[in-house]
């Protein structure tokens, strides 16, 4: 005798569609219902439209954060990625959030009256969460970002004080064309995925928040998260070894493990299952700090511009990633909290259109907030962790006791702004409304990792995209310069709807980018301005201690292709060294490092004092011709492998050309 199913419900009103979720009592009765979305470009959602699996994490964090969490929790199974849970302690969602989440994907009830009604938003201002949070998402469909990584989840969700919890299973459909008939209301629905509903009794009544569970990890996705394209190659060459054909490819220093194509036995790179920069065990914030640690670690050993991509696997750079986006407090504090007496000079940025930056006494002591005479804390984050794995995430942006460089300016330079832009003579509906916000630019002659070389925009302290390398295409020639600030501004009203669906790009054409693009590109003029007046003065101040040194001609071309370029005549270029391991000293300040064993030829002539004479001159010239290559950013175009080998074709044509 056939077992009996449990009865199913297939309800596509909303209204039916809580009293049936409310009248579940268990997994016994279940609510069939499906996806729906208000719009056509909308209900692609459940296609994928974000760029990498990280994305999806990101949202789910950031709808923790509207939700009024203080604890985020995400746990892999890495670096298999068969699972990844993630919870929240958020206010959870009664079955009547959940029902018109379900029901109208991209008709997001935050940010007006529904979501009051709904009691996910302030009962004063829409805008803001019910513990008065600013709100991040806006257009609902954060929580079907999970596409990028898989088709089926389910979603347990609780409020406090009830007795059940809701439990949701998930299984998304692509998009199709074809729509459904028009509803009551005479509006079209696409269906986009069907859900199987129940509630349970919860065994704590005042426990609340969110979990969502992802499971059956697509292909894809499980391979970009496993670093599946680069352990490929390696293993391509472990299994060819000696070939011709091998690429000159190395595992990222820093990584969680690789598996092999089943996903099961887990494989030892260099002896190691994997090399994380923190122990098994470490507390997850000195964790974080560590994993930090690592990348100016690098700056210090032998890589003068360290390269995310080089130095972490996909994991690690996600886990980056994350941080930098959601709204978190920075891992050594935040620049605007800072007292800078004694080691940056601050500048106040003019917000004319040919203004000039004026410089900030620091006497006294205190935050530069204060100096600066800004009042308004933006971009501060209070009461929100975020652990992932064996981490506790931070923002991985540092400012102080940063590595000494050859520069001529030893100190950052700290620029400070602020802007509000009513667009008055502008109608609201073209303007998007009023524009806020506060930035900083950090210049310093060394930031690390390279990734952070560039302008990131938040809004309401999140933010979708990484730092902008162009700063907002800046078209001025000056790479050099450029590679060392680091800038973030702050939005706290405005420039929301100029962000396209993914949160990951602006729409450039908005009123709002227009004119944060101009602000920022006069920031840059004014930091320029600045910068090369102090390099100047201080280069004439050491030129006046040093006039007697000489400097070789082959050195005097180096330099002057490098101040050229870097349009800073206080700059120095790195110097070049040629050491027994290929790693820098304690006493090294900026350099690049190599072994001398990989970039010269074994000497194979005798050795007379000619001889030597002739190889430190050849050696001189290889070293300035590097100094040229990094002057243009040609050294850094290629990992530190290809480098020696460059270095070596290039004095073995030095050698070969003065061959008698």
């Known amino acids: 005798m056939a077992k009996p199913q449990p009865p199913i419900h297939d309800i596509s009103d909303e209204l039916g569609l809580v009293a049936k979720i409310r009248a579940s009592k268990s997994n016994k009765d279940i609510v069939h219902t499906t996806l729906k979305t208000d719009e056509r470009v909308i209900a692609r959602v459940t296609d994928g439209i974000y760029r990498q699996p990280g994305s999806a994490l990101r949202e789910l964090i950031s ?6 969490a203080t604890r985020v929790v995400i746990k892999t199974d890495a670096p298999r990625f068969e699972r990844i849970w993630v919870e929240d302690n958020g206010h959870g969602m009664e079955p009547e959030v959940l029902a018109h989440l379900l029901l109208h994907i991209g008709g997001s009830a935050k940010r007006n009256e529904a979501g009051t009604n709904l009691g996910i938003t302030s009962v004063t201002d829409p805008m803001r969460s019910p513990n008065g ?100 190659m390696i293993e391509q060459n472990e299994s060819q070894p000696g070939s011709e054909e091998l690429q000159a490819i190395e595992p990222p220093r820093f990584h969680i493990g690789r598996v092999d194509k089943s996903g099961e036995i887990l494989k030892k790179t260099g002896g ?61 504090g935040r620049l605007f ?20 930056a004026q410089r900030i006494s620091l006497a006294g002591g205190g935050p530069i907030r204060a100096k600066a005479g800004l009042t308004d804390p933006i971009g501060s984050v209070d009461n929100f962790d975020v652990f992932f794995d064996d981490l506790k995430l931070c923002r991985p942006i540092r400012f102080k006791n940063l590595p000494a460089t050859n520069n001529a300016l030893k100190n950052p330079l700290v620029f400070i702004g602020s802007c509000r832009e009513e667009f008055l003579k502008v109608p ?21 990792p390279t990734e952070h070389q560039g302008s990131l925009v938040r809004i309401h302290g999140s933010s979708g995209t990484l730092f902008d390398s162009t700063f907002m295409r800046y078209q001025v020639s000056e790479q050099n310069r450029l590679r060392q600030i680091t800038c973030e501004i702050f939005v706290s009203e405005g420039l929301d709807s100029a962000l396209n669906i993914d949160r990951e790009s602006f729409n450039n054409a908005h009123p709002h980018s227009v004119y944060i693009t101009k602000w920022l590109h006069s920031a840059l003029r004014q930091l320029a301005t ?31 292709v490098w101040k050229q370029e870097a349009d800073d005549p206080g700059a120095n270029p790195p110097s070049i060294e040629l050491s027994a391991t290929g790693k820098k000293s304690p006493a090294t300040g900026e350099a690049y490092v190599f072994a001398r064993s990989a970039v ?10 000619k001889a030597k004479a002739r190889e430190a001159i050849l050696e001189e010239k290889l070293k300035a011709i590097a100094q040229v290559l990094a002057s243009f950013g040609l050294l850094d175009a290629v990992p530190k492998r290809k480098q020696e080998k460059l270095l070596r074709a290039i004095y073995e044509i030095l050698d070969a050309s003065e061959e008698r």
């Open 63 to 68: 709808n923790a954060y509207d939700a009024d």
């Open 133 to 232: 949070r600013r709100l991040i998402g806006k257009i609902g469909i954060g929580l079907f970002s999970v596409s990028q990584l898989t088709h089926t989840f389910q979603v347990i969700t609780k409020v406090i004080g009830d007795d059940h919890r809701t439990v949701a299973t998930v299984a998304l459909r692509q998009y199709a064309d074809e729509d459904l008939p028009p509803g009551q209301d005479g509006q079209r629905k696409f269906e986009s995925g069907k859900v199987n509903i129940w509630r349970e009794r919860a065994p704590d009544i005042q426990s609340h928040g969110t979990a969502i569970v992802l499971t059956s990890i697509r292909p894809q996705a499980r391979d970009t998260l496993r670093s599946r394209e680069i352990w490929s």
């Open 428 to 448: 609201r509906e073209l303007s998007g409304g009023p524009l806020a916000f506060e930035a900083y630019l950090f210049w310093t002659p060394k930031v690390a």
């Open 272 to 332: 190691h299952v994997w090399s994380l920069p923190w122990e098994k065990g470490d507390p997850p914030e000195d964790a974080f700090r560590k994993l930090v640690q690592s990348v100016w670690d690098e700056v210090e050993r032998s890589t003068p511009n360290p390269k995310l991509d080089r130095l972490f696997d996909y994991y690690l750079r996600m886990v980056w990633q994350l941080s930098l986006a959601v709204p978190l407090p920075y891992v050594e």
């Open 337 to 356: 909290d800072m007292d800078l007496e004694g080691w940056a000079e601050a500048f106040l940025l003019s917000n004319q259109a040919k203004g000039a």
């Open 600 to 609: 010269l030829p074994e000497n194979r002539r005798a050795r007379t004092s």
């Open 530 to 560: 600045v910068q090369k007046r102090l390099a100047s003065e201080t280069r004439e101040h050491t030129r006046g201690d040093s006039k007697d040194a000489a400097v070789s001609e082959i050195q005097r071309v180096a330099n002057d």
